[in-house]
């Protein structure tokens, strides 16, 4: 349980966690949700699945920060802040490669893939998308990357890097090989995790006169991975602090 105030509730999704939302069962993804937190939150918060609201969805793959409303209002509330971007997301993520220059911005449009309907892609004829990043710091053979959606896109996030040449380590649907080339076997397994190592660290929102920021520890094995590959300590500063 990381927030609740103001009508507003904040939770931390592990992977494999569905947010995926069917017509027929609309109340589907948050009974899933409450599924992984814990009894007693689930108490001292009043945490009731048919009375929340879904503002917003992760990958299944991808750990961190969800939004919930606990009343109409406040859903439209929260949807109009995103829409306008008066909500600013950052997420952490381990790549392959270091991106040059070390902050930048990828702006790509993206489109439904034709030949495989898993994926997006980018295309002259998509949506526009612009994503914001920073090396945070670099290992042997990854960065540890602090990403900024300027935009909305499924899958933008994931996109962007692979197309940059840095797909997140974990991505099975847009980072090729698992283990790009690495020869140690104690490296190449630690390498080899089970989701992308992409997490929805922070959120700041804008709501009239007031600024919310939530921030979302890493999950156990995001975190082992980043100790296993020296950015543990760096990882552990920039959670602690205030990145740029």
Not at 38 to 44: H, K, L, N
Not at 100 to 113: T, V
Request: proline content about 6%; overall charge positive; some cysteine.
């Amino acid at each position: 349980m990381l927030f609740d105030a103001a009508g507003i509730v904040a939770l931390n999704k592990p992977a494999g966690v569905s947010l995926a939302t069917r017509r027929a069962e609309p109340g589907a993804a948050v009974a899933r949700l409450l599924g992984v937190v814990s009894s007693a939150d689930r108490i001292a918060h009043n945490l009731v699945g048919e009375e929340l609201l879904l503002v917003h969805r992760l990958d299944v793959g991808t750990t961190g920060l969800v939004l919930l409303a606990r009343d109409a209002e406040t859903h439209r509330t929260l949807a109009r802040a995103l829409a306008e971007r008066r909500v600013e997301k950052s997420y952490l993520a381990l790549v392959w490669g270091r991106p040059r220059p070390s902050r930048g911005e990828w702006s790509w449009p993206l489109a439904p893939d034709r030949r495989d309907r898993r994926r997006m892609c980018v295309a002259a004829d998509g949506r526009h998308a612009a994503s914001g990043y920073e090396v945070i710091g670099g290992g042997r053979p990854v960065s540890l990357l602090l990403l900024r959606p300027h935009t909305g896109r499924t899958h933008q996030l994931r996109v962007h890097s692979a197309r940059a040449g840095h797909p997140i380590v974990g991505d099975d649907l847009y980072g090729g090989p698992r283990h790009r080339g690495v020869r140690e076997a104690e490296l190449r397994a630690v390498l080899q995790p089970t989701h992308p190592l992409l997490h929805a660290w922070r959120l700041r929102l804008r709501l009239a006169d007031d600024v919310v920021e939530i921030v979302a520890p890493l999950p156990a094995d995001f975190s082992a991975t980043l100790d296993a590959v020296g950015l543990g300590s760096i990882a552990l500063g920039v959670v602690q602090g205030t990145p740029s």
